[in-house]
């Protein structure tokens, strides 16, 4: 009995807790960079107020429509729409301003969170200088190999550039 009293509380603070996608505390540019669906220098072109949630879970709101001038990191988009709910946890925008935005995805519904590192380009170029120092560090990995004619880590190899197996020409998959 005692533990029915314990569970029943707990799995319906964990159920609350998964409705809760903007975070809770402030993340470090390199947390959200790794948490971000997409990492995009957008201008936004059209807000719409919608007085219904888009879900469950979250609180009237508007809907923004981002033109992506530069895709920085993660998922491509040529324009994205945006919830802000009315709430804490509202990113507000202007029409025609430029912002950087890292952006994420809950619930069906892609976002901004108001705790993260996004912000009017203006204000941030400091943080997507960041963020491109982050993203080539991760590129650039060290060849740890004995042998210094050993590919770098990671490194995929080129089946095509090995010499043909049976004397014959290499093989496309592709039709």
């Avoid at 029943?8 to 470090?28: G, I, K, N, R």
Wanted: charged letters at 20%.
């Amino acid at each position: 009995m005692l533990a029915r009293t314990i569970a029943l509380p707990l799995l319906v603070t964990l159920a609350q807790a998964s409705l809760a996608c903007p975070s809770e505390t402030f993340l470090s540019i390199d947390e959200e960079l790794r948490s971000a669906d997409s990492v995009v220098i957008g201008r936004v072109v059209a807000e719409k107020y919608s007085a219904e949630g888009p879900g469950q879970g979250w609180v009237d709101g508007t809907l923004y429509t981002l033109h992506v001038v530069e895709h920085v990191n993660g998922k491509h988009f040529r324009s994205v729409r945006l919830f802000s709910e009315n709430s804490s946890g509202r990113f507000r925008m202007e029409v025609g301003e430029t912002y950087l935005a890292f952006i994420s995805f809950c619930d069906g519904q892609r976002y901004i969170d108001a705790r993260g590192n996004s912000g009017l380009l203006s204000h941030k170029r400091d943080t997507l200088s960041t963020v491109r120092t982050i993203i080539a560090r991760r590129r650039v990995r060290p060849n740890l190999s004995l042998n210094p004619d050993a590919p770098p880590a990671g490194a995929r190899s080129n089946i095509f550039a090995r010499p043909p197996k049976y004397g014959g020409a290499p093989v496309s998959l592709v039709r």
